[in-house]
T-cell receptor
């Protein structure tokens, strides 16, 4: 049982480049979400999904797109990377009756935009 | 947006000491969660609390859901070196019904 798997673990992008951060979970969780972690600011919610075909914005959605075509996968797309998007990104999946109760996290993707 | 005030920001203690940290909010939450994050890893769930007044233990860890539903605390008894890491509280519910994280408490344990 792999839990939540994120790829890649590290990435360096040039300003303006696009890329997709991958996230997959094998726990059949309906709820999935993306967070970014910056020093001194904890984890901030970017986008989340309550099930296949359903997504919604979190606290800091600008510059990011998501889609949820299957229960297992929840990719995060950066359309035109900016230095302000340098951060550590965590994907999480959850069970329970609300959006992110008991979220289980992946190991993170460390992104640097130069 | 909603914020959770987590304190202290950091703690430097001797092995064997007890530790206490807490989170407070201006909003009511339906769920409180406590996570630990090791360097280079994602947060790992330690304890989940679902009812006001609930007191739950997980080994040397004890957490409580405040009666007002606006706060929670985490205690670690008899700390050991592997307790080192960043501890996060998280609350679900309130105005947005999403999971909101505190800014973390960095714990350092000296053998």
């Amino acid at each position: 049982n792999a839990g939540v798997t994120q790829t890649p673990k590290f990435q360096v992008l040039k300003t303006g480049q696009s890329m997709t951060l991958q996230c997959a979970q094998d726990m059949n969780h309906e709820y999935m979400s993306w967070y970014r972690q910056d020093p001194g600011m904890g984890l901030r919610l970017i986008h989340y999904s309550v099930g296949a075909g359903i997504t919604d914005q979190g606290e800091v959605p600008n510059g990011y797109n998501v889609s949820r075509s299957t229960t297992e996968d929840f990719p995060l797309r950066l359309l035109s990377a900016a230095p302000s998007q340098t951060s550590v990104y965590f994907c999480a999946s959850g069970r329970g009756g609300s959006v992110n109760t008991e979220a289980f996290f992946g190991q993170g993707t460390r992104l640097t935009v130069v | 947006g909603q914020q959770l005030n987590q304190s202290p920001q950091s703690m430097f203690i001797q092995e064997g000491e007890d530790v206490s940290m807490n989170c407070t909010s201006s909003s009511i939450f339906n769920t409180w969660l406590w996570y630990k994050q090791d360097p280079g890893e994602g947060p790992v769930l330690l304890i989940a609390l679902y009812k006001a007044g609930e007191l739950t233990s997980n080994g040397r860890l004890t957490a409580q859901f405040g009666i007002t539903r606006k706060d929670s605390f985490l205690n670690i008894s008899a700390s050991i070196p592997s307790d080192v890491g960043i501890y996060f509280c998280a609350g679900e519910g309130g105005a947005t019904n999403k999971l909101i994280f505190g800014t973390g408490t960095l714990l350092a344990v000296q053998p």
